[in-house]
Structure formats: C-alpha cells, structure tokens
C-alpha cells in the first residue's frame, strides 16, 4: 500500500523502497574567475573558430588575465586573412606580457606572410634579445629574412655580409631544432657559395629526419653531379625511382646529364624527351639537348636548342658559352664574338672565355686584339691559380688549354719565345691531369715546331731532322673543339 508523500510501499508484507526521482542534476555554475584557457585551446586545435569566438566575447571583460584571448583572437584573425586585426590582437597580447616570446614569433610570422619583411626582422631580432633560450624558429626566420634582403640589395658588400650571417643562423637552426626547411635552405646557400661538399653533408643529415623525401634525393643527386660523382648520384635517383616510380623534371634532368656523361647521348635525349613533353620552359634542359646534338656533331640542331636557351633564360652563362662554342666549331666565327662578348659581360673573370674570343678575332683576322684577349686569358688563368694555392685547395680548376692555343697563336705570328713560355705553362699547368689525346698531339707538334724554329733563334739547340722540317711546313691548327665547359 502506498502512502502520497512517502518514498515506501508495502506489497503483500514486503517493503519497497521507491527510486528516486531526482535523474538528472544541474550542471555546477562555472566561478567567473575560473581560467578557461584549457577550453579555448582546445577549441582552437580543433579549428572550431566560432566556438573559440564566441567563448572570447564571453570571457574577455570578465577574464582576470585576457593575454591568452588576445593571442588566440589574432591566431583566427590570421587564419582568417584579416592580417591587421590579427597584428592588432597580438599587440594587445603583448601589452599585457611583455615577456612571452611566443607572441613575438607571431608577430614576426603575420608580418613575414604580410610582407613587411623589414618590420618582421625586427620584431624576430627582438624576440631573439629577449629569449632566454636558443629558439630554432627564430633562428630559421631570422636567416630566411636576411637571405631575402640580400636577394634584394643593390650593394654588393652588403648583400654578402647578410648572406653570411643568413648561413649562420641557419646554422644555429639546424644544430637547435629539426626544421626541415632550414636543412633544405643551409644546403642552397652553401650551393651557391659553390661548397658542394657541405651541402650534400647538410642534406645527407637532412634525410634522418625524412628518409624518403624525393626533393632531397633530388638535391643530393644534382649536388654529386657538380663534384663529378656520377655513381652516387645514380644511386640517389634510384632511391627516387624506388619511392615515386617516376622522376620529376629536377630528377629526370639529373639523371639525363649522367648518361650524357657517360657519352650515352641518345639515352640522355630520351630522358630529356619527357622533361620536354611536361615542361619545356627549361633553359638548362635545352642548354644539355643542344650539347648532346653537338656531340653527334648536328651542329644546326644543336645551335637551335642552345638559342632556345638563352632566349628562355637571357642571363644563362653556360648556354651562352656552349653556344659560342658550336659557333666556332661550326666556323661562324662572327656569331661566336657576339656570344661571347655576352658571356663576358656575364663574367669577366672566366679565363676560358678570353682564350675562345681571341681565337674568334684571330679567324676574324684581327690578330692584334686576338693577342689582347689571349693574354687577358692567361693573366686570369694565373691569378685563379694563385688564389686556390694562397687558400691551400688541392686540385682547383686549371686551364691548361689557355696556355696552349696562346703558345700555337705566338707560334703563328711568330713570337717564339712568348711561344716558348706559355708551353712551358701548359706542361706545369698540364702535369698529373688526364688530357684528352687531341690535347697531347697538339702540344707534341708544337713542341717539335719550336725546336726547329727555334734553332736559328737560340730559344732551343736540338738537332733538326727531316721529319720535324717537314712538319714545320705543315699548317698547326688551334685546338677549339676539344673545350669542355666546366662551369
């Protein structure tokens, strides 16, 4: 029987006790000075932006310290594309706490993706002044910032002295955190100090921490190429090959240049091929087809390839030396100054450069200029050699093929003994290299053409025999076409 108010009923003798109503209870009321930053934080990894919104109109009056509401506000304000009032909700973050590196960071970011990289350098030099810890994003902004304002600087001194101090900070990066772009922008600017070694060793460290990185094997590839270790860049492009089963143009370029140096040049042209159909806008793909043209001695192919390279890329030094030299080869030696005159413009310390212009003017006819250019080649061939002897480099770039053809070119205007001194050059500059058998026949002849010119002109007193009159009588052709560009 059941009794209204009581929370028991009695059925046939037993007591029953009655469940309670009470199911549900209210919700505690949340104090108003609670701190809600672990809520907003999660909304905000979430990328729930209303939420965040709505919680921070809520909390911002009433909050006891608004600093964290701020910053989030400008982080989805960022996100947003509203940029100024993002800078304007960190700057009130910073207001409140001065101390927090991490709003400077996001200053400096929203500045950077603004570009106002002169005001984002600033803020992230600050934010290093205030750090009490090394921070490798504030290193790597710091270095991406200066390589770009060196990019940019008209001033030569300057722009060097801000890409070194660039490669240090992302020095500091690299040895203070795992960013994988700050390995990928240490390795370019050691590329373009030309310290290929360093950068594959940089890029080679890079990949611990993404072993199957396909643009980093690229890289390594490409960079083993400038250092002329063909096989390993082989084997990196292989390692590409395994991972993508297809190469990209970067790669497949590479991977065409060492079969072209393995003189597999119709292999080289296929590989070429596919870059061709999928992005022909390359200057260095037509610059590599022309010289494979070349090498099967088309020469109309090859100067059409080598003038679609400059025209893509007007500035390409290497496309402009190549073709110079086709033209020479293919005798259109007018064709050849022009081209070479913009090489030298490009730059006017490439020995190699000189030594082809003087034997343009010489075929040109104009042999007192001829004798200027040789001798300008020669000078620079004798002052790069100097340098890297000062420096202690071991086996740095030599021209011994200047020194020849100025040695034949004294021969022929009959100035024998600048003849005999600049053979003497090539044989000092020529010693424990590996010289092609055109390189080794020419300087024979010469030196047997000398010893009987000479004779009469006390330079040389070797006996004459009858075969070295007869090859003084013979014509001694200037060596152009064995040149190899090396640049």
């Known amino acids: 029987m059941y009794e209204a108010g009581s929370e028991q009923i009695n059925c046939n003798g037993a007591v029953i006790e009655l469940p309670s109503l009470l199911v549900v209870k209210t919700a505690p009321k949340m104090p108003s000075d609670a701190n809600i930053d672990w809520l907003l934080h999660i909304y905000f990894t979430r990328r729930e932006f209303e939420r965040c919104r709505r919680l921070i109109e809520r909390e911002l009056n009433r909050h006891l310290n608004a600093e964290y509401l701020y910053f989030v506000k400008g982080l989805i304000d960022r996100e947003d594309g509203n940029n100024i009032e993002a800078l304007r909700n960190l700057q009130k973050?910073?207001?409140?706490?001065?101390?927090?590196?991490?709003?400077?960071?996001?200053?400096?970011?929203?500045?950077?993706?603004?570009?106002?990289?002169?005001?984002?350098?600033?803020?992230?030099?600050?934010?290093?002044?205030?750090?009490?810890?090394?921070?490798?994003?504030?290193?790597?902004?710091?270095?991406?910032?200066?390589?770009?304002?060196?990019?940019?600087?008209?001033?030569?001194?300057?722009?060097?002295?801000?890409?070194?101090?660039?490669?240090?900070?992302?020095?500091?990066?690299?040895?203070?955190?795992?960013?994988?772009?700050?390995?990928v922008r240490l390795g370019e600017l050691y590329r373009k100090d030309k310290d290929y070694q360093k950068a594959i060793d940089v890029l080679e460290a890079c990949l611990h921490l993404t072993p199957?990185?396909?643009?980093?094997?690229?890289?390594?590839?490409?960079?083993?190429?400038?250092?002329?270790?063909?096989?390993?860049?082989?084997?990196?492009?292989?390692e590409v090959v395994n991972i993508e089963r297809k190469c990209t143009p970067k790669g497949l370029l590479a991977l065409g240049a060492i079969l072209q140096s393995r003189n597999d040049v119709d292999g080289a042209l296929g590989k070429y091929g596919q870059i061709a159909d999928a992005e022909p806008e390359i200057a260095e793909l037509w610059n590599n087809i022309g010289l494979c043209f070349f090498k099967k001695q088309k020469f109309i192919v090859a100067v059409s390839s080598l003038r679609k390279s400059v025209w893509i890329s007007p500035l390409n030094y290497n496309a402009l030396y190549n073709l110079s030299l086709i033209y020479i080869a293919s005798e259109q030696y007018a064709s050849a100054f022009h081209t070479l005159a913009a090489a030298i413009n490009l730059r006017k310390d490439n020995a190699e450069c000189y030594m082809l212009l003087g034997l343009c003017l010489r075929k040109l006819d104009d042999t007192e200029n001829a004798f200027v250019a040789f001798e300008r080649a020669c000078s620079l061939a004798q002052g790069q050699q100097g340098q890297q002897g000062q420096q202690g480099q071991q086996g740095g770039m030599r021209h011994p093929l200047v020194f020849l053809n100025f040695a034949l070119f004294c021969y022929e205007t009959g100035r024998l003994a600048l003849a005999t001194e600049h053979y003497n050059r090539f044989m000092v500059h020529a010693q424990d290299l590996l010289l092609p058998t055109e390189?080794?026949?020419?300087?024979?002849?010469?030196?047997?053409?000398?010893?009987?010119?000479?004779?009469?002109?006390?330079?040389?007193?070797?006996?004459?025999?009858?075969?070295?009159?007869?090859?003084?009588?013979d014509e001694l052709p200037l060596e152009v076409n064995a040149v190899v560009s090396q640049n």
């Open 93 to 183: 973050a910073v207001e409140l706490n001065s101390k927090n590196i991490e709003t400077y960071k996001e200053i400096g970011r929203t500045l950077y993706s603004m570009g106002r990289f002169g005001q984002a350098l600033s803020v992230f030099r600050e934010a290093e002044q205030q750090s009490p810890r090394k921070d490798h994003e504030i290193y790597h902004y710091l270095g991406e910032l200066l390589y770009r304002a060196a990019a940019t600087q008209p001033q030569l001194e300057v722009a060097r002295q801000q890409q070194a101090e660039a490669r240090g900070y992302f020095e500091l990066a690299v040895q203070t955190g795992k960013k994988l772009e700050s390995y």
């Open 212 to 238: 199957e990185n396909a643009e980093v094997l690229t890289e390594i590839s490409v960079l083993y190429l400038k250092i002329n270790e063909t096989q390993k860049a082989y084997d990196r492009l292989a």
């Open 439 to 473: 390189y080794k026949f020419q300087a024979t002849k010469l030196k047997s053409l000398l010893r009987i010119s000479s004779h009469s002109h006390g330079i040389l007193a070797d006996d004459q025999t009858a075969a070295q009159k007869e090859e003084e009588e």
